[in-house]
Every structure is written in structure tokens, then in C-alpha cells.
T-cell receptor, first 113, second 116 residues
Framework: GEDVEQSLFLSVREGDSSVINCTYT??????LYWYKQEPGAGLQLLTY???NMDMKQDQRLTVLLNKKDKHLSLRIADTQTGDSAIYFC?????????????WGLGTSLAVNP | NAGVMQNPRHLVRRRGQEARLRCSPM?????VYWYRQLPEEGLKFMVY????????ESGMPKERFSAEFPKEGPSILRIQQVVRGDSAAYFC??????????????FGQGTRLTVV
């Protein structure tokens, strides 16, 4: 199958950590991505992880990958109001066109002051 | 270096008209990708183009939709005889040749098509 699933909403308080979860079904996925979309704006690549890695950290962002469970998470430390946006998880395949991303529906993150 | 430029940002068409969406890739980028974001649905891959060549069009609807990326000028996504179900945000991304994933691709701001 080609499903990427995410919870639709997450609400956190400013300063707390946010954890956005994603599950995927294709074990042949090579890259897994996290994108951010602000209202009316384009898609900004936040970070990505190659499938042979377990973890990747980039400033306030930490990506964890559990290949066995096909589970990906994005942790945002010290969440700020500017982090309010929709966060998309996406995967690409090992075979064929690896520019063809399969996307989740997005998690809408609301950060409350 | 300007980013990926899409125009128009907003496009309104009546049912039956044609819609032309333009994407100018970043300088030095010769690969272009089109994705569609339908309301209440996720983003879906449509087509992957290199200059004068369609690499993968497996996500393109069989009828009314076409895409091109000529040697000169922007990539064009063309939708003929638009219907209400074509209302969506259409995103273009571009990347340099020889890069192995979308990690090196940049997205434009999108064109929001509304069919009335």
C-alpha cells in the first residue's frame, strides 16, 4: 500500500515540546521527509532522514525513525507561536521514481501562548 | 537567486475554460515536479519533467491535463475544460540534475485554482 498516516491536529503550549507522529506502510522507502506549510504559503522542507538512520537532530528538530514499526516522528523543542503550521510527513520509494513523494494528510499544529 | 516562481498565485476559471499554470524553476535547475493538493486530501504527485522530456507522468489524470517543460521558458501545467473538481492548490518544485532525492528540491508558493 501507499498510505502515510498522521494525526490531524496537535495543540501545545508555547515553550513545550511538540511531537508529531507518522506511520508509513512501504518498507522499501528510502527517504522520509518532514515539510512545513504555513497558511497560504508553499511547502518548506524542514528535515529528512535516510532509511538506514535511526535519528537525526537539527537545532530544535529531532527526527526519530523506527523501521520495524514503520514509525516516524518529529519533535520540536521549545515550540514557539511561529511554529504554528501544517506539518507533512512524506516518503519516497527505493525503486522507480524516487522524486514521487507519498504524502500524509498533514498535522495542524496550534501553539497557544 | 530567486526561488521557484509560480504564477499566477490565484487563478479563477469558469467551468469549461482552460487553465495554464506556470512554473519557473530556480536558476540552474532543470528538473521540475508538479504536485496537486486537493481540499480535504493530501498532496499527490502529478508529473516529473526534465527539459523537453517527461520522466514520469503516472500521477496525471488521463484526460484534460498536460504538462511541458520546454528548452526555453517555464514549465506549463495545462488543464483543458476545467471542472469544479480541478479546484486545488498546484505546487511546483525544482532541482538540479544529478541529485538523488527530493531533499535538494525547492517548492514554489503554489497556484490556487478555483473553478466557478
Amino acid at each position: 500500500g501507499e498510505d502515510v498516516e498522521q494525526s490531524l491536529f496537535l495543540s501545545v503550549r508555547e515553550g513545550d515540546s511538540s511531537v508529531i507522529n507518522c506511520t508509513y506502510t512501504d518498507s522499501s522507502s528510502t527517504y522520509l521527509y518532514w515539510y512545513k506549510q504555513e497558511p497560504g504559503a508553499g511547502l518548506q522542507l524542514l528535515t529528512y532522514i535516510f532509511s538506514n538512520m535511526d535519528m537525526k537532530q537539527d537545532q530544535r528538530l529531532t527526527v526519530l525513525l523506527n523501521k520495524k514499526d514503520k514509525h516516524l516522528s518529529l519533535r520540536i523543542a521549545d515550540t514557539q507561536t511561529g511554529d504554528s503550521a501544517i506539518y507533512f510527513c512524506a516518503e519516497s520509494k527505493a525503486a522507480g521514481n524516487n522524486r514521487k513523494l507519498i504524502w500524509g494528510l498533514g498535522t495542524s499544529l496550534a501553539v497557544n501562548p | 537567486n530567486a526561488g521557484v516562481m509560480q504564477n499566477p498565485r490565484h487563478l479563477v476559471r469558469r467551468r469549461g475554460q482552460e487553465a495554464r499554470l506556470r512554473c519557473s524553476p530556480m536558476k540552474g535547475h532543470s528538473h521540475v515536479y508538479w504536485y496537486r493538493q486537493l481540499p480535504e486530501e493530501g498532496l499527490k504527485f502529478m508529473v516529473y519533467l526534465q527539459k523537453e522530456n517527461i520522466i514520469d507522468e503516472s500521477g496525471m489524470p488521463k484526460e484534460r491535463f498536460s504538462a511541458e517543460f520546454p528548452k526555453e521558458g517555464p514549465s506549463i501545467l495545462r488543464i483543458q475544460q476545467v471542472v469544479r473538481g480541478d479546484s486545488a492548490a498546484y505546487f511546483c518544485a525544482s532541482s538540479r540534475p544529478g541529485q538523488g532525492s527530493m531533499a535538494e528540491a525547492f517548492f514554489g508558493q503554489g497556484t490556487r485554482l478555483t473553478v466557478v
